[in-house]
């Protein structure tokens, strides 16, 4: 479950004018990610894409491995509410969706995970509570299993689609992808076996 968002600042205020830096930088910092990794992003780089001074990055944010967690924290974690007997349509759905539009946000994160181990912890916690919510729409004894199973597969097809661009995965429409999964992802949603 989603915390309740904050409220807005007062327009030209002073909490407003840092919430707007703040984004700024979180959206520099995302980007950077994305672009060259954990490893090769700098505070320095991030700060003059973000068009503010490094000591303030560090100010807000701390430390890189800190903003990096923000970059995660903010990142959309698909949510699975659908009830049992519908949450595998519910899950393609959002594949669908990622595999026509680029998770810049999620997408930096992963291919951060590649590459760095603070990285790879915070994709871990994200994907256990992925998981957890998968689960919990599956009626099987072996729910925990099967939503592990259905993680790694839409993992494995974000990750050849966006980062590595493997052909086939690449080029083909989403609708083609959803189509072929969805025996599958159905029988492991639905806690049967094919």
């Not at 980007?31 to 000591?55: K, L, M, P, W």
């Not at 919990?136 to 661009?165: E, Y």
């Amino acid at each position: 479950m989603t915390p309740a968002p904050e409220p807005a600042p007062a327009p030209g205020s002073r909490a407003q004018q840092r919430s707007r830096t703040e984004a700024r930088i979180l959206e520099a910092a995302t980007r950077s990610f994305f672009d060259v990794g954990y490893e090769r992003t700098t505070i320095r780089a991030v700060a003059t894409a973000a068009n503010v001074d490094a000591g303030l990055v560090m100010h807000y944010f701390g430390s890189k491995q800190a903003l990096f967690q923000r970059v995660v924290d903010a990142a959309p974690l698909p949510e699975i509410d659908a009830a049992p007997g519908q949450a595998g349509e519910h899950i393609l759905a959002g594949l669908a969706d990622r595999l026509a539009n680029e998770p810049v946000a999620s997408l930096s994160i992963l291919r951060s995970m590649l590459t760095t181990p603070e990285a790879a912890d915070a994709v871990g916690t994200a994907a256990i509570r992925y998981q957890a919510q998968i689960a919990q729409a599956i009626p099987a004894p072996d729910a925990d299993l099967r939503a592990a199973i259905i993680s790694a597969v839409l993992l494995g097809i974000t990750v050849s689609r966006h980062l590595m661009k493997a052909d086939a995965i690449a080029d083909a429409e989403p609708e083609e992808v959803i189509r072929l999964l969805r025996p599958a992802i159905q029988s492991l949603a639905d806690g049967r076996d094919l």
